[in-house]
């Protein structure tokens, strides 16, 4: 095993071998990740340990020369500890490979994505959107690109203020999001939606690789007192920007439980588990505000939808489930 790839290292693999179309492939790179490698060869595996789960984030992002070994590998370096592999946010392709070394897949939600290229905000569709947007500016909102050293401060404040919104005892979210901050957030970017001189919201932007290249809106906040329609106006200024530079993919990142769909299931999936997911769709907004978020992410009429997939080494289990959850922070 690779001893300790280096950030740098697991930021070339996710750059150079996106042939899974991984949207969320930077969340790889987010500090307290851990990381499999095999020696001589490329590739990792980036995962985090959970009780006696190792939870794996995607496939392995390596050449096809070495994906197969980086599964099997992975595989028998959790056996060695007494864990068992759960992976979430594969990828179709991701999926059927691991399908064929002995894992259950089963949906479990998807990525969405706009193509900039004609999308406009005219028309009678869009118009509540376009108010939202007109009032908050009318109450004061300037939205601007920002260096984040200059902000961190202000954005901590804000990360403060905003969790209570998520219920007591509520923890932010890891692992599955993205983050500010750190070695690699030079490679991120950071619009603020400002009144007077006080941060009311931003939203952190992500690079995408892959055959839709672009960005995604990754993390978001606000303040909870805040104005409406200040996510939407930040959204908006950031996708004009992208669209000027000649970006052509704006992606919004995974929702859990949604877009799901029988012909979308590969056959070494578990119906029981189809079941679960489904049920949590319908009633699990205690879980995960799953059809806030999607609500959200339909306003910027979505082009693409990608089913992404939960893996299972053994059998699906609702254990498992909960301890990527954990993993996550979650719960």
């Known amino acids: 095993m690779r001893e300790h790839p280096s950030l740098d290292y697991v930021l070339e693999m996710i750059s150079i071998h996106a042939e899974s179309d991984n949207p969320s492939s930077f969340l790889a790179v987010n500090e307290g990740n851990s990381y499999f490698a095999l020696p001589g060869r490329d590739g990792v595996i980036v995962y985090r340990p959970a009780g006696r789960y190792l939870v794996q984030f995607g496939g392995p992002f ?13 595989a028998e370096f959790a056996r060695r500890q007494r864990r068992t592999v759960v992976g979430i946010q594969l990828q179709h392709r991701d999926a059927l490979i691991h399908a064929r070394h002995g894992y259950t897949l ?8 706009v193509d900039l290229e004609g999308f406009t905000l005219a028309g009678s569709r869009h118009m509540q959107l376009r108010n939202k947007i007109s009032r908050a500016h009318r109450g004061g909102l300037t939205v601007l690109e920002a260096p984040y050293d200059e902000w961190a401060g202000a954005v901590a404040d804000v990360d403060r203020r905003w969790l209570p919104l998520k219920g007591e005892g509520a923890k932010p979210l890891e692992y599955l999001v993205g983050q500010t901050g750190g070695p690699m957030q030079r490679h991120r970017r950071l619009f603020v939606a400002v009144v007077g001189s006080e941060l009311v919201g931003y939203v952190s932007y992500s690079p995408v690789y892959g055959s839709r290249p672009g960005w995604m809106h990754d993390l978001s906040r606000r303040l909870p007192d805040g104005q ?22 704006l992606h ?23 079941w679960l997911m489904r049920h949590l769709w319908s009633r699990g907004g205690v879980v995960y505000p799953a059809a806030t978020q999607l609500a959200y992410k339909q306003k910027w009429d979505q082009s ?18 909960v301890f990527v959850w954990r993993a996550a922070n979650g719960v």
């Open 252 to 274: 919004f990142g995974f929702t859990p439980f949604t877009s799901l769909a029988d012909e979308r299931e590969i056959d070494n999936h578990s119906p029981g588990f189809s």
């Open 304 to 321: 693409v939808i990608t089913t992404e997939y939960v893996a299972f080494s053994g059998k699906p289990s609702i254990e498992a489930f």
């Open 62 to 74: 390596a050449p096809a020369s070495s994906y197969a070994d980086l599964v099997d590998g992975f």
């Open 106 to 113: 089963n949906q479990v939600g998807a990525s969405y994505a």
């Open 228 to 249: 409406t329609g200040v996510m939407e106006a930040v959204n908006k200024a950031a996708l004009e920007t992208f669209r000027e530079e000649g970006t052509r993919w």
